[in-house]
């Protein structure tokens, strides 16, 4: 159980209306109590301390927050905390598993698919999103599926190599679990 | 005994996997705004909805009066603590919080410290502040007409919007080259208004311990020790009390050198409060406040004789400073490096007239991955290079050979006195001519025209100066530009590197290490690096201008071979034999006459610790300070192939085709990184990032959905070349390379798409180089000027 902390003047609590929300982050229920104006970029950032989320322009348009709820990349600086109340989500830090990284992660440093490392963390969801959809996806469909998110930094062609790397890795170990 | 392979051990040439990925890809960086600390408070920042306005009065009662506000900070509070102004890098005072009027829209006027942010932007909010509109000033034109209004009337001696008019270069000299030319190609360019724009916006966490007196900033900082030295001379603080952290940093581009009033205001309300003050900008706030880039005018004319040589050169600029001159640019110039322009040509003539102007717009002058105003310098030098090869009816790629410096013409003067070194600039263009198949264009270009399509290919080539200083001619408010590390070496082999150089993506981590690797044999997995804490740090000047392998990376080689010099007494007493006698190679010093007998770099780190010479200082630890004794100067050749649409305007980007020589590249995988980054910021400024201003001084482009970044869907794919030549003065043979793509790439995209309508009798359309600039240029014939106000 987690729940946002904020000290008060004395007797103005009620004033502040909150609800109490719950919501699977990486796999692990949370509860917390938030204004129904809070963000989730923020709920995650501030009140789980998951700070891989990043935020970059308050508009929707530069992707450095998205996340995934119940599986689809959104971006959650546009969305609420509450909104997300019941629902999971999954955010940059559940990404590796307990001893490996995922290929997504593997790829973007192989790749050299990141420069600052601020917008990866969305890249890599964005990406997750693709390849959960799409395992082996062109280079017109990585570059269409990544264009709600920005990169200043790398020019986006080593980021495309990335996703491409991790989607031959990951569809070697899928070969071998066929096998 | 065989040497260490340099490759195995991430030294010089190693595409070397970079160290910091391992915390990006986790999501576990360490950006500014991840960082909280016990009881830290938030601010945010009321700005200024006018651009030009008095102010009546500020009422913040309301605010003060909000449950969970802290701290309320107006001009008024900061003008009793003299800090109301503070001085710019350019010899300028800029407002930290406005006390008379506001100059541009977006500036401060007031700050709000309380328990969260959402609280401290609901009390900006309830601020009441009563303004007396002003006549906005949007452009030179405006600003220097007569009766403009007077926008600096807070100083003294400033009679108009005039802030400097400087000039270089022999006048005599070219007014009579230009009289015994052939025939004079002349053409007027804006530069417009662009903004960095990196991802991380600004920010600070102020935190002021009164117990001990130290005053600790986090800050989103590509220069930390200069920060220190404002800071201290700003707040007047003593230096050793302060210490400025710049911690991960998402994206600088130069956007995060100045100092901006956000980070005054945070210091002084964690003074006051006596608890951490955390503001974070939010995206508007970036871009309506902080340093732009460009926004220069040109009338160029170049002198020409009939076959082709360029016999001298005439540049007339005039630059839109904004509010403030608060450029980041090394003082004894006013309008940075723009007689760099043409140092890739062998042109004996050439003068400068440069004038800067105020006007109600924010204020800036960065170099946006740039060093110094070469951005321009570049574009407005291949935008006359291409126009006077148009007017000459020569071949665009033959008239850049004929007047390009000989290999053999090294050291050069070039036209304004720079020295450049080295470079193969016809191999360069070779290279890239048959990269692209120049041969086939003009078949191509007719078969596209069968389909109703206009084809065009655009050239861009140039040596820029990269890498300031040395210390002679560059310094910042007088700090000499020079740059540091520090490298000690622990008794088991290990060791730590700090430079004054900080990171924001150029992967130092990583490549510094292969410097130390490269010099003294340590595997580079061995050497961490650290940056950006002045506690801890050598001094150095920072990262921007594309100087950290010019200046810092040779520092790290230079100190490095401090510490080679020590151990080599060290590997004398333990091989009994006198130091004469030792010889090196990579990781191991032997004896001459017996190859295999020899000690390595590691035994010679333990010795340091435990069996030294008599006589000697203990400890294998350096440092050194390096002011190099010239810029860098990398070449490099863009070429661009584009399809226009004439029925719309809109152009693509069939092929990019870069060939950059920048020397000796550390880690290659890191240098092409660079390029293809740099080439996208060239391709958006070219195509898209718009940001301008209506006739009342509204911003437009003051948010992402406006000012439009490149995605992966429209940046094209980039074709990488290379010619190597060593810089002469670079320990390693380096040349910087961090900013070449963005300064060369623009002119490249508009020169293909001004080949492509050349036919039409347009002869420049002003970047950005939107579809409907395109369309409306075709359908009249006259060329499109892109100097606001923009109707809207």
Known sequence: MTSLFREVTPGTAEEIPVREITVTVNGQRRSAVVEPRLVLAHLLRQGFKLTGTHTGCDTSNCGACTVLVDGRPVKSCTMFAVQADGHEVMTVEGLAGPSELHPLQEGFKEEHGLQCGFCTPGMMMASKALLDENPSPTEDEIRWALSGNLCRCTGYQNIVKAVMWAAGKLDGETAEVQA | ?792
């Open chain 2, 1 to 792: 005994m065989t040497a260490v392979d340099e490759i195995k051990i991430g030294g010089m040439g190693a595409s070397r996997r970079r160290v910091e990925d391992n915390r990006f890809i986790r999501g576990k960086g360490n950006y500014v705004d991840d960082i909280v600390l016990p009881g830290m408070l938030h601010m945010e920042i009321l700005r200024s909805p006018l651009a030009h306005a008095r102010i009546r009065s500020i009422d913040a009662s309301k605010a003060w009066a909000m449950p969970g506000v802290r701290l309320v900070l107006t001009g008024e509070t900061m003008a009793a603590r003299n800090l109301a102004w503070m001085p710019t890098l350019s010899y300028d005072t800029q407002a930290v919080l406005a006390t008379d009027k506001v100059r541009f829209q977006g500036q401060e006027v007031a700050c709000v410290i309380a328990d969260d942010p959402y609280i401290a932007k609901d009390a900006c909010e309830a601020i009441v502040v009563d303004y007396e509109p002003l006549p906005v000033i949007v452009n030179p034109t405006q600003s220097m007409a007569d009766g403009a209004p007077l926008i600096r009337d807070d100083k003294e001696n400033q009679p108009n919007n005039v802030i400097y008019d400087w000039e270089v270069g022999d006048k005599e000299g070219t007014d009579s080259a230009f009289a015994q030319a052939d025939l004079v190609s002349k053409i007027d360019l804006h530069y417009p208004r662009s903004h960095p724009s990196p991802i991380e916006c600004c920010g600070s966490i102020a935190d002021f311990n009164r117990a001990t007196s130290k005053l600790t900033v986090y800050l989103t900082t590509q220069a930390p020790h200069i920060i220190r030295a404002a800071v201290a001379l700003v707040a007047e603080l003593p230096e050793q009390m302060i210490r400025i952290i710049s911690p991960d940093i998402g994206g600088g581009f130069g956007n995060k050198v100045p100092v901006y009033p956000g980070y005054v205001a945070s210091i002084l309300a964690s003074i006051l409060l006596e608890r951490p003050v955390k503001w974070i900008e939010d995206r508007t706030g970036n871009l309506i406040s902080t340093g732009f880039a460009r926004d220069i005018y040109l009338h160029g004319e170049l002198a020409l004789r009939k076959d082709g040589r360029i016999l001298g050169v005439r540049m007339n600029t005039t630059a839109d400073h904004g509010a403030f001159f608060s450029d980041a640019q090394p003082s004894k110039f006013k309008i940075g490096l723009m007689h760099s322009a043409f140092s890739c040509y062998d042109i004996p003539n050439a003068h400068l007239l440069a004038r800067g102007v105020y006007t109600n717009k924010a204020p800036g002058g960065v170099a946006y991955r740039c060093s110094f105003r070469v951005t321009e310098a570049m574009f407005f030098q291949e935008r006359m290079v291409q126009a006077a090869a148009d007017d000459l009816g020569m071949d665009q790629a033959e008239f850049r050979r004929i007047n390009f410096v000989r290999d053999d013409d090294f050291p050069h003067r070039t036209p304004w006195g720079f020295l450049t070194d080295s470079g193969q600039y016809g191999k360069c263009l070779d290279v890239g001519l048959e990269a692209v198949g120049y041969q086939d264009f003009l078949m191509e270009k007719e078969e596209a025209a069968k389909r109703g399509r206009l084809l065009g290919i655009g050239i861009s080539t140039m040596t820029e100066p990269l890498g300031a200083g040395n210390s002679r001619e560059y310094d910042i408010l007088g700090i000499k530009m020079f740059d540091s590390a520090e490298l000690k070496i622990h008794m088991t082999g290990k060791a730590l590197l700090r430079t004054g150089a900080k990171s924001q993506g150029q992967g130092h981590e990583t490549t510094w290490a292969q410097i130390v690797a490269h010099e003294l044999g340590i595997p580079a997995e061995d050497v961490l690096v650290e940056e950006g804490d002045t506690d801890t740090a050598p001094f150095g000047m920072g990262t921007y201008a594309s100087r950290s392998t010019p200046v810092a990376g040779a520092a790290v080689a230079m100190v490095s071979r401090k510490i080679r010099s020590k151990a080599r007494k060290i590997a004398a007493h333990l091989l009994e034999i006198s130091e004469e006698d030792v010889e090196w190679e990579l990781g191991r010093f032997y004896v001459r006459s017996q190859p295999d007998r020899g000690v390595t770099i590691q035994e010679c780190a333990v010795a340091a610790y435990s069996n030294m010479p008599d006589g000697m200082e203990p400890g294998l630890e350096n440092v050194a300070y390096y002011d190099p004794p010239n810029l860098t100067w990398p070449f490099a050749c863009y070429i661009v192939k584009v399809e226009v649409d004439p029925a719309t305007g809109v152009w693509d980007v069939l092929r990019m085709v870069a060939v950059d020589d920048c020397g000796v590249r550390i880690n290659p995988m890191i240098v092409e990184g660079q390029i293809m980054g740099g080439l996208t910021e060239a391709y958006a400024m070219a195509n898209m990032q718009f940001i301008t201003f209506d006739a009342e001084g509204n911003c437009i482009g003051s948010n992402f959905t406006d000012y439009l970044l490149p995605t992966a869907w429209e940046t094209p794919g980039f074709e990488l070349h290379e010619v190597v030549t060593p810089c002469p003065h670079h320990p390693i043979g380096a040349k910087g390379i961090g900013e070449c793509a963005a300064v060369g790439g623009p002119a490249a995209f508009v020169n293909a798409v001004m080949d492509a309508v050349k036919g039409s009798g347009v002869r420049n359309i002003d970047m950005p180089v939107l579809p409907d600039r395109v369309y409306e240029a075709l359908q009249t014939g006259q060329d499109i000027s892109g100097a606001p106000p923009v109707k809207m």
